[in-house]
């Protein structure tokens, strides 16, 4: 079964958070914009919005404020994934794009690494300080909803993949 090329992937990818100033070419960064939002969502309401941002100025003080994104200041590039509130569900449905978001995140970092990058989530939401902080750096309108901040870039080690399997945690009735 690990033969499979996007089984590796899964099985092989790890949090990069030290990178090289090897740039992000732009076909990499669509291809990854492409993979985001090929990512399941609800309803196909697609509450995905991303800005990709180069700025090193901005990558600066998006590090400065961000208690656990210190690395983005390192990153050639980092693409912050937000939620539209225009295209939320209502009622009982209505935190499912934090579902969407997450899957869309998640194809994020898994095509950064089939491309030979590295990347990291961090999170911004639900922390109002953290999304208040990103809104204002990037005069992100109030129908955004700030999630997360993925630093993306060559990795300048290769790293270890944890053994996160659990058969423990597996129960078949």
Excluded at 62 to 70: H, T
Excluded at 84 to 97: A, C, K, N, V
Aim: glycine fraction near 4%; charged fraction near 15%.
């Amino acid at each position: 079964m690990q033969s499979n090329e996007i089984i590796k992937c899964i099985l092989s990818r790890t949090s990069v958070r030290r990178f090289t100033q090897a740039p992000v070419s732009p076909v990499q960064i669509d291809t990854i914009l492409h993979a985001a939002m090929s990512a399941p969502t609800g309803v196909n309401r697609q509450p995905w919005e991303y800005y990709v941002i180069q700025n090193k100025e901005i990558l600066k003080k998006l590090a400065a404020a961000l208690p656990y994104a210190k690395m983005v200041a390192n990153a050639p590039v980092a693409i912050l994934v937000c939620g539209d509130t225009s295209r939320f569900l209502d009622g009982e449905d209505s935190t499912l794009w934090v579902q969407d978001l997450s899957a869309s995140s998640e194809n994020i970092l898994l095509a950064a690494h089939a491309l030979g990058l590295g990347g990291v989530w961090t999170c911004i939401y639900p922390h109002a300080d953290r999304m208040e902080a990103a809104r204002e750096i990037l005069s992100i309108p109030n129908s955004l909803v700030p999630f997360n901040l993925i630093p993306i870039g060559q990795p300048m080690t290769e790293g270890n993949p944890m053994k996160k399997y659990t058969s423990a945690k597996i129960h078949t009735i």
